[in-house]
C-alpha cells in the first residue's frame, strides 16, 4: 500500500516517539537549525529580530544578518566591539525558544545527554549543565584573545555595560573595550575561531560526552540528531554515524528541513525525517499526550 506524504509523516512522529520512549539512553546532538526552529534565524536571515536591534548597523555597513556582521572588515575596534556587545546583549537577554521546552518535555524523564555547537546559551536555561556538552564553546564567556591563562570570564555584565555606551557612531568608547587582566591583551568571545581556548573549560565538555556514551554503549542507545547542516557534520553528525553503526544497540534519528541525511550503511539502524523541527516536536507531545489521556482511559 502506497502511503501519500501526511500518512509518511504520522507514521515518522509515532516512530520518533517509540524510540524515545524505549531508549535506555539518549544523545542530542543540537546545532543551529534547532535554534532557527526556535525562531532565532537572525544568523543568517534578515528577519524581526535583526531588523529591530541591528537596522542602525545595517544603514550603516550594508550587511543584513549577524553572522555577515561578525565577520565584517571593521576598520577599529570601538566598532567591532560596539557589534559584538549589541549581538551578544541580544543573544544573552532573549527569552528562552519554545522549542527548547519542548525538547525537555518529549525528554522528560530519560538518562539525556546533549551535545551542542551552539553557543546561545538556549540549552543551558532548560537542561542541567551536567547533561551538556558545548563543544564549541559559549557566548556567556570570554577569554583572552592571546590565551594567556586558561580562564573565562562572565560576559553578561561586560556586555550589557558596552552594550549601554554605543555612541551615535556605533562605537564604543576605547576605554570599554574589554581587555585580559592578566596581560592586557583584548578579551574575545569564547566560541570557535583561530584563538579559541580549549583549555580545561573545552576538555571538560568532551569528557562528559564521552562518559556518558561510554556508560551506556551496551544499552539501546538512541543518537537524536537536531539541526546539523553541512557546514561542519565533523563535530555531530560523522561521529553519530560511526557510534550508530558501530554500536548493536544503538539507533539514529535526524530531524532536519534540508540536510536530513540517513547513510545506506545505517539505513536500517535509522531514519531521517525533513520537517521542521518545531512541528515535528508539536506533534509529538500532542501525540505523547493523546496515548498518555487513552492509559489512563483504560484504566479508570
Same mark, same amino acid.
Given at each position: 500500500?502506497?502511503?501519500?506524504?501526511?500518512?509518511?509523516?504520522?507514521?515518522?512522529?509515532?516512530?520518533?516517539?517509540?524510540?524515545?520512549?524505549?531508549?535506555?539512553?539518549?544523545?542530542?546532538?543540537?546545532?543551529?537549525?534547532?535554534? %532557527?526552529?526556535?525562531?532565532?534565524?537572525?544568523?543568517?536571515?534578515?528577519?524581526?529580530?535583526? $531588523?529591530?536591534?541591528?537596522?542602525?548597523?545595517?544603514?550603516?555597513?550594508?550587511?543584513?544578518?549577524?553572522?555577515?556582521?561578525?565577520?565584517?572588515?571593521?576598520?577599529?575596534?570601538?566598532?567591532?566591539?560596539?557589534?559584538?556587545?549589541?549581538?551578544?546583549?541580544?543573544?544573552?537577554?532573549?527569552?528562552?525558544?519554545?522549542?527548547?521546552?519542548?525538547?525537555?518535555?518529549?525528554?522528560?524523564?530519560?538518562?539525556?545527554?546533549?551535545?551542542?555547537?551552539?553557543?546561545?546559551?538556549?540549552?543551558?536555561? $532548560?537542561?542541567?549543565?551536567?547533561?551538556?556538552?558545548?563543544?564549541?564553546?559559549?557566548?556567556?564567556?570570554?577569554?583572552?584573545?592571546?590565551?594567556?591563562?586558561?580562564?573565562?570570564?562572565?560576559?553578561?555584565?561586560?556586555?550589557?555595560?558596552?552594550?549601554?555606551?554605543?555612541?551615535?557612531?556605533?562605537?564604543?568608547?576605547?576605554?570599554?573595550?574589554?581587555?585580559?587582566?592578566?596581560?592586557?591583551?583584548?578579551?574575545?568571545?569564547? %566560541?570557535?575561531?583561530?584563538?579559541?581556548?580549549?583549555?580545561?573549560?573545552?576538555?571538560?565538555?568532551?569528557?562528559?560526552?564521552?562518559?556518558?556514551?561510554?556508560?551506556?554503549?551496551?544499552?539501546?542507545?538512541?543518537?537524536?540528531?537536531?539541526? $546539523?547542516?553541512?557546514?561542519?557534520?565533523?563535530?555531530?553528525?560523522?561521529?553519530?554515524? =560511526?557510534?550508530?553503526?558501530?554500536?548493536?544497540?544503538?539507533?539514529?534519528?535526524?530531524?532536519?528541513?534540508?540536510? %536530513?541525511?540517513?547513510?545506506?550503511?545505517?539505513?536500517?539502524?535509522?531514519?531521517?525525517?525533513?520537517?521542521?523541527?518545531?512541528?515535528?516536536?508539536?506533534?509529538?507531545?500532542?501525540?505523547?499526550?493523546?496515548?498518555?489521556?487513552?492509559?489512563? =482511559?483504560?484504566?479508570?
Amino acid at each position: 500500500m502506497n502511503l501519500n506524504q501526511n500518512d509518511v509523516y504520522e507514521e515518522e512522529v509515532k516512530s520518533l516517539l517509540k524510540h524515545i520512549e524505549e531508549a535506555d539512553a539518549i544523545v542530542v546532538g543540537a546545532a543551529s537549525g534547532l535554534s %532557527a526552529a526556535a525562531g532565532f534565524k537572525h544568523y543568517y536571515v534578515r528577519d524581526d529580530d535583526f $531588523v529591530e536591534n541591528f537596522s542602525d548597523f545595517e544603514d550603516k555597513y550594508g550587511y543584513h544578518c549577524t553572522f555577515d556582521g561578525a565577520y565584517y572588515p571593521y576598520m577599529k575596534d570601538e566598532e567591532r566591539w560596539a557589534f559584538t556587545a549589541r549581538f551578544l546583549s541580544m543573544i544573552l537577554n532573549a527569552e528562552t525558544g519554545e522549542t527548547y521546552h519542548d525538547l525537555y518535555k518529549l525528554l522528560e524523564n530519560k538518562p539525556v545527554h546533549i551535545i551542542t555547537t551552539n553557543q546561545d546559551s538556549q540549552i543551558e536555561r $532548560v537542561f542541567p549543565p551536567e547533561n551538556i556538552s558545548a563543544i564549541q564553546g559559549d557566548f556567556r564567556y570570554f577569554q583572552c584573545s592571546k590565551r594567556c591563562q586558561d580562564k573565562l570570564y562572565e560576559a553578561k555584565d561586560i556586555v550589557d555595560n558596552l552594550e549601554e555606551n554605543i555612541d551615535e557612531n556605533l562605537e564604543i568608547p576605547t576605554e570599554l573595550i574589554p581587555r585580559c587582566p592578566n596581560c592586557g591583551a583584548q578579551l574575545d568571545t569564547w %566560541a570557535r575561531s583561530p584563538v579559541f581556548l580549549e583549555g580545561s573549560k573545552y576538555i571538560n565538555e568532551h569528557l562528559k560526552a564521552q562518559k556518558f556514551i561510554q556508560e551506556n554503549q551496551d544499552k539501546k542507545i538512541l543518537f537524536l540528531e537536531l539541526g $546539523v547542516g553541512r557546514m561542519t557534520p565533523m563535530f555531530i553528525q560523522e561521529p553519530f554515524w =560511526n557510534l550508530t553503526y558501530n554500536l548493536d544497540n544503538a539507533y539514529y534519528i535526524t530531524i532536519n528541513p534540508k540536510d %536530513a541525511l540517513l547513510p545506506v550503511a545505517i539505513k536500517d539502524k535509522g531514519m531521517a525525517i525533513p520537517e521542521d523541527i518545531a512541528k515535528v516536536f508539536k506533534d509529538a507531545l500532542a501525540l505523547k499526550d493523546s496515548e498518555k489521556l487513552s492509559d489512563e =482511559n483504560e484504566q479508570s
